[in-house]
């Protein structure tokens, strides 16, 4: 998935950035059992736990 955009304050995007999580950066989702707590991604081969409310924040659209 590429990520098209990310609704939040500077603040948040540039702590995103700085984990490589910018508009435009190819993100994969690594799946996970039914459990609650953070979403797993990789970008650029490091993977990424993100809190919900973060991730909810990023808007992705299919490769």
Same mark, same amino acid.
């Given at each position: 998935? #590429? ?10 995007? #540039? ?12 993100? #994969?989702?690594?799946?996970? &059992?039914?459990?609650? &707590? ?12 993100? &809190?919900?409310?973060?991730? #909810? ?7």
């Amino acid at each position: 998935m #590429r990520i098209v955009d990310i609704s939040g304050g500077h603040g948040l995007v #540039r702590r995103l950035a700085q984990l490589g999580i910018r508009t435009g950066a190819l993100l #994969r989702r690594i799946p996970q &059992g039914p459990r609650r &707590g953070p979403i797993l991604v990789e970008v650029n081969g490091t993977r990424i736990a993100l &809190g919900r409310g973060v991730a #909810r924040r990023i808007t992705v659209a299919p490769q």
